[in-house]
């Protein structure tokens, strides 16, 4: 990105760092990205407990008795596993392509982070191995899908035991699975709203170049706090207005802002 940023630059005579985004730093990136899709997941995932919380009973109000299951240990997987577990909630489970560890009282990532730097999950030995196959369907609060696409299907669902899923991954739920999960009455955080914060801070750095001004990392995680709570708490009002599933919601807000951003414009519907 930094290699096109220049080349774009040279071509018209002037830099342009908003050409593009991605960067390194210092060469007009933004601070927070490498853990912003992670860092947006987490946010979705409290504003979901919270709201389950005032309408529901069952969810835990304390994130130390919050368990999760994280399938997918790299950028996104890591850094979700990162923001639970430094905010007290339990992560007793984590895979990788090469495997999955368990400890039912919770795994210390930050340990893990440090242990693996990188490596393989089996590469640790300190928690339990089991079946990566089996990490969806345990009995826990969370689970949170963040490798593949098409992990969770018809044949998984009937099993699955958590009352929130939060899709770090583009597509990990199957069309023949999602009926399966809303009469099981799982809350689902689709992937185009809990994996929305990379694309967010891409957004906030192209604000950052067009303005030349850099913010700070807190400023950073400030304002994504800020959109994706926003995001998160209009497509719940559109669940709620229209009686329609999380999924289908988050298509609806997003399509409704195109259609009113081109009537705004008078190019009709």
């Known amino acids: 990105m930094g290699w096109m940023f220049d080349k774009y630059s040279a071509m018209v005579g002037y830099t ?5 985004t991605g960067k390194p730093i210092d060469a007009g990136g933004c601070y927070g990205r490498e853990d912003a899709t992670g860092q947006g997941c987490f946010i979705t995932i409290q504003e979901a407990l919270a709201y389950l919380r005032e309408h529901e009973d ?3 109000e304390s994130p130390s008795k919050t368990s999760c299951a994280i399938q997918g240990f790299g950028n996104v997987g890591s850094s979700i596993a990162k923001f639970l ?17 368990y400890n039912s009282e ?7 982070l440090n242990t693996t730097k990188g490596a393989r999950i089996n590469t640790y030995t300190k928690a ?20 593949m696409e098409g992990v969770i299907t018809k044949r998984n669902a009937p099993f699955i035991q958590a009352r929130v899923i939060a899709e770090g991954a583009n597509g990990p739920t199957t069309p023949e699975a999602d009926p399966i999960l809303e009469e099981k ?13 990379g694309v967010a801070v891409s957004y906030f750095e192209w604000v950052q170049n067009v303005g030349r001004y850099i913010w700070t990392e807190d400023e950073v995680r400030k304002q994504l706090k800020i959109k994706m709570s926003k995001a998160f708490n209009e497509v719940i009002a559109t669940k709620e207005r229209c009686n329609v599933s999380m999924r289908t919601a988050a298509f609806m807000t997003g399509l409704n802002r195109v259609v ?3 009537i705004r414009r008078g190019k009709g519907i």
């Open 128 to 147: 339990k191995a089991i079946d990566p196959d089996s990490l969806l369907t345990l009995p826990v609060t969370i689970i949170i899908p963040a490798a």
């Open 85 to 101: 577990f430094r905010n007290g909630y339990k992560v007793v489970a984590i895979s990788d392509i090469s495997g999955a560890i």
């Open 58 to 60: 069952g969810i835990p």
């Open 185 to 197: 009455k799982i809350f689902i955080i689709p992937d185009i709203l809990a994996n929305a914060g």
């Open 260 to 262: 009113q951003a081109g």
């Open 106 to 112: 919770g795994l210390d990532v930050e340990d893990i």
């Open 16 to 20: 342009e760092p908003a050409i593009v």
